[in-house]
């Protein structure tokens, strides 16, 4: 994984810089005490993982990180407790509060590489599961398991065997890059579905036990491949 930090304490950089060094799997590209230089860096370089602080001069690191359109996985490093709820609301892969020790530190990359590995797998190597963020934590939930996947407001609801279910803010679009396509079809603009779960279908909807699943006029046309 490449990674940057972002700190506006030099010698907190020197920590991270230290911890990073022993960590065969992160390359630390590259340190900056200006946020704004990150930001720079993160417009031309490819970057997987940030380690950010939240407690900056000019710009907060939650503030910087909603800025991003299409940021990396993050793992705030910070003083303060304060901001922790916050951090994993915005889907935040740790939250390290300093003075952070080296167990502590990979801990936090070793969770970051796990999901790492999961998003970058390729499609002839189907993955058996996927982590969801459910809370404050990282569910793994197996890909057998889910029945059907429905968003619901600001929430996305994935619909599991043994009538479980896990709720989270991930998107329906993020998921579609998750899960592999052949096993997985978008049937409505708020719903995706397991092939394998299928009972029945028709133009109109789709049936999984006694779900009944509308079909989206635009998404007619993925019946073909169920």
């Given at each position: 994984m490449i990674a940057i930090a972002i700190d506006d304490e030099p010698i907190a950089l020197d920590i991270i810089r230290s911890h990073a060094s022993k960590v065969p799997f992160v390359e630390l590209a590259a340190v900056f005490t200006n946020a704004f230089d990150g930001m720079a860096y993160l417009q031309q370089n490819k970057v997987d993982l940030i380690f950010l602080d939240i407690k900056m001069p000019d710009i907060s690191g939650i503030d910087f990180l909603k800025s991003l359109s299409n940021a990396p996985m993050v793992v705030f490093t910070t003083a303060y407790t304060e901001h922790a709820v916050q951090s994993f609301e915005l889907d935040a892969i740790?939250?390290?509060?300093?003075?952070?020790?080296?167990?502590?530190?990979?801990k936090a990359?070793?969770?970051?590489?796990?999901?790492f590995s999961l998003r970058n797998q390729t499609k002839d190597k189907k993955p058996e599961s996927i982590f969801i963020k459910d809370g404050y934590e990282q569910v793994r939930v197996l890909l057998d398991e889910i029945l059907y996947i429905e968003a619901s407001g600001n929430y996305t609801q994935l619909h599991l065997t043994a009538e479980r279910m896990i709720s989270s803010r991930i998107t329906l679009n993020e998921l579609t890059e998750l899960l592999p396509d052949t096993d997985f079809i978008r049937v409505h603009r708020a719903f995706i579905v397991a092939k394998?779960?299928?009972?029945?279908?028709?133009?109109?909807?789709?049936?999984?036990?006694?779900?009944?699943?509308?079909?989206g006029s635009i998404y007619v046309q993925n019946l073909k491949l169920l």
């Open positions: 740790d939250y390290l509060l300093k003075p952070f020790s080296l167990s502590r530190f990979l990359c070793n969770k970051a590489q796990e999901l394998n779960k299928v009972d029945r279908f028709d133009r109109a909807q789709v049936v999984i036990g006694t779900k009944q699943i509308p079909i």
